[in-house]
């Protein structure tokens, strides 16, 4: 596995913009527009929302954020390998990162929404490897065939 070096990103690089409109694109490619919940980088440079870059010798293997919920909890959005990096801890590196970050925070629990169509399935296992179940829909989200909400007790 790669070493990647994860840190805060600023959303101006090309490569990560190209990262998020591919990551926007893919969702629109296998859910309604209405069951597409990822963020477009104007939305993830909002207070409360902290988003990491995961690069290996330079290149942009990831990415991904952590927004704040009310009280002591987190959503993760717009988690995202690039493809060239897919399956080779990517996703991993970007994951650990935001979890820290939720511990630091004081964060009692994160949750996620993520698709719930096949080409998901690597994320579902990603994240329950990492002791994630599934959970009732939280915030505005709904459960069904393009949607599944995830969550993790950190506290």
Same mark, same amino acid.
């Given at each position: 596995?790669?070493?990647?070096?994860?840190?805060?990103?600023?959303?101006?690089?090309?490569?990560?913009?190209?990262?998020?409109?591919?990551?926007?694109?893919?969702?629109?490619?296998?859910?309604?527009?209405?069951?597409?919940?990822?963020?477009?980088?104007?939305?993830?440079?909002?207070?409360?929302?902290?988003?990491? /870059?995961?690069?290996?010798? @330079?290149?942009? $293997? =990831?990415?991904?954020? !952590?927004? %704040? +919920?009310?009280?002591?909890?987190?959503?993760?959005?717009?988690?995202?390998? /690039?493809?060239?990096?897919? @399956?080779?801890? $990517? =996703?991993?590196?970007? !994951?650990? %990162? +935001?979890?820290?970050?939720?511990?630091?925070?004081?964060?009692?629990?994160? /949750?996620?929404?993520?698709? @719930?169509?096949?080409?998901?399935?690597?994320?579902?296992?990603?994240?329950?490897?990492?002791?994630?179940?599934?959970?009732?829909?939280?915030?505005?989200?709904?459960?069904?065939?393009?949607?599944?909400?995830?969550?993790?007790?950190?506290?």
């Amino acid at each position: 596995m790669a070493g990647f070096v994860v840190a805060p990103d600023d959303l101006t690089g090309e490569d990560v913009l190209a990262l998020l409109s591919l990551h926007l694109e893919r969702m629109h490619k296998w859910s309604p527009a209405d069951k597409v919940h990822a963020l477009p980088p104007e939305k993830l440079r909002v207070p409360g929302v902290s988003f990491f /870059a995961a690069r290996a010798s @330079g290149e942009l $293997a =990831g990415v991904g954020a !952590l927004k %704040a +919920l009310a009280g002591a909890s987190g959503e993760i959005k717009s988690m995202r390998a /690039a493809d060239a990096w897919r @399956g080779r801890g $990517a =996703g991993k590196a970007i !994951l650990l %990162a +935001l979890l820290t970050e939720a511990q630091a925070r004081g964060y009692l629990w994160v /949750a996620l929404e993520t698709g @719930g169509h096949p080409e998901s399935e690597a994320a579902h296992l990603l994240y329950a490897a990492h002791g994630f179940r599934e959970c009732p829909p939280f915030g505005d989200y709904v459960s069904d065939d393009f949607s599944l909400c995830m969550r993790l007790e950190l506290g």
